[in-house]
């Protein structure tokens, strides 16, 4: 017995949301636009990435080999930036001990007004949502050692500009 198209449930979707305190990933996931006249470049969101990845991914259930290709190359850099991710949040709590010593501990500082995003994206979506939390922990962090004389600013501001240039190569790939 075969069932009408019709009758058939459509693709499934999950919907959640994150909550992030940083302005630097909050622009990860809303993006920006490019405005010739102050010379800033257009950043793609996270919105407007899963929207492409959707796309794309439907092209390669339809068997386009372009397609299949370029979501091998998104789960590579994917890869990728959980791998710098793990360096970074491994550097910094090694810097913390170092400074400070095993007695003492820190706080993430957070947002006095967070912004809290309800997505509903797709699972590559999804998978650089939870890397754009972690971004944000990371930017957290870094700030608070630069606060706390734990990291001198040229050090930090250099390690904050690396991370994002990483977060915005995986959503422009």
């Known amino acids: 017995m075969t069932i009408p198209n019709a009758q058939l449930p459509g693709r499934l979707e999950g919907r959640f949301s994150i909550t992030l305190d940083t302005f630097e990933a909050v622009l990860a996931i809303r993006g920006r636009r490019e405005d010739k006249s102050t ?26 080999p372009f397609a299949d290709y370029a979501l091998v190359q998104v789960e590579d850099k ?50 650089v949502a939870r890397l754009i939390v972690r971004y944000d922990n990371m930017v957290l962090d870094i700030k608070n050692q630069m606060h706390l004389g734990l990291v001198r600013p040229v050090l930090g501001k250099e390690q904050l500009r690396k991370l994002g240039e990483h977060i915005r190569s995986l959503l422009d790939a």
């Not at 950043?43 to 390669?60: D, M, N, P």
């Not at 501990?105 to 998978?127: I, K, M, N, Q």
């Open 78 to 127: 994917i890869k990728e930036i959980e791998t710098v991710l793990e360096k970074e949040e491994t550097r910094a709590k090694k810097n913390r001990l170092e400074k400070s010593g095993a007695k003492v501990s820190y706080d993430l500082p957070r947002s006095t007004a967070p912004t809290e995003f309800r997505l509903s994206v797709s699972h590559y979506g999804a998978v």
């Open 39 to 64: 010379n800033t470049p257009k950043i793609r969101g996270l919105y407007e990435f899963s929207s492409f990845l959707t796309t794309i991914y439907s092209a390669a259930e339809l068997g386009d």
